[in-house]
């Protein structure tokens, strides 16, 4: 995996956690520097967390697919995609306001997780290729603490209104790197 694929990994990863603060930032009152940054390093940790533990699983199982591995992980990160996408394009119900945090940090863990579930499938997916899973989970917790910030602070300017646009790039993202490591490996 290149750097650059790594870096467009870390970027598909970390939208769901750039939506969610943009609506933290819409909704919530206004808050100090301290909380901003407590709030990005959360979602952070937590992205590159799951990776790590969908990594893990996947290795314990990598032996028996290793014929096919580059199928199941494009197979895997387009499911993510697909699934992205499909929430970015299903409107939201009038009743309820779309992915809106309060301000315990409790709902900000919880929020946090929510989000990269996502990310512990594309672990197990990288599991079949040769990555540096360090490396990739760092790339991931970085890029999510910076765009749950930038996204807190937009969200503060800018509302709910292009959070789902971002949610579908971040979603046709994750596709074209699925459909990359499928390229590579056919190619090899």
């Given at each position: 995996?290149?750097?650059?694929?790594?870096?467009?990994?870390?970027?598909?990863?970390s939208?769901?956690?750039?939506?969610?603060?943009?609506?933290?930032?819409?909704?919530?009152?206004?808050?100090?520097?301290?909380?901003?940054?407590?709030?990005?390093?959360?979602?952070?940790?937590?992205?590159?967390?799951?990776?790590?533990?969908?990594?893990?699983?996947?290795?314990?199982?990598?032996?028996?697919?290793?014929a096919?591995?580059?199928?199941?992980?494009?197979?895997?990160l387009?499911?993510?995609?697909?699934?992205?996408?499909?929430?970015?394009?299903?409107?939201?119900?009038?009743?309820?306001?779309?992915?809106?945090?309060?301000?315990?940090?409790?709902?900000?863990?919880a929020?946090?997780?929510?989000?990269?579930?996502?990310?512990?499938?594309?672990?197990?997916?990288?599991?079949?290729?040769?990555?540096?899973?360090?490396?990739?989970a760092?790339?991931?917790?970085?890029?999510?603490?910076?765009?749950?910030?930038l996204?807190?602070?937009?969200?503060?300017?800018?509302g709910?209104?292009f959070?789902?646009?971002?949610?579908?790039?971040?979603?046709?993202?994750?596709?074209?790197v699925?459909?990359?490591?499928?390229?590579?490996?056919?190619?090899?």
């Open positions: 995996m290149t750097p650059a694929t790594i870096g467009l990994l870390a970027l598909g990863m939208v769901d956690a750039f939506a969610a603060a943009l609506g933290q930032g819409a909704s919530a009152r206004r808050r100090g520097l301290g909380a901003l940054l407590a709030t990005g390093a959360i979602f952070g940790l937590v992205e590159a967390l799951t990776p790590l533990i969908g990594w893990a699983l996947g290795v314990m199982a990598s032996y028996a697919i290793a096919v591995d580059h199928w199941v992980a494009f197979g895997l387009a499911a993510v995609g697909l699934r992205t996408i499909a929430e970015a394009l299903r409107p939201a119900p009038a009743h309820e306001a779309p992915r809106r945090l309060s301000n315990g940090w409790l709902r900000i863990v929020t946090a997780v929510g989000t990269s579930i996502d990310a512990m499938a594309v672990g197990v997916s990288l599991a079949f290729v040769d990555v540096p899973i360090l490396a990739v760092a790339a991931i917790g970085v890029t999510t603490t910076a765009m749950a910030l996204g807190l602070g937009l969200g503060r300017r800018l709910q209104r959070g789902r646009g971002v949610e579908l790039v971040g979603g046709l993202v994750l596709i074209g699925g459909a990359t490591i499928l390229v590579e490996h056919l190619r090899a």
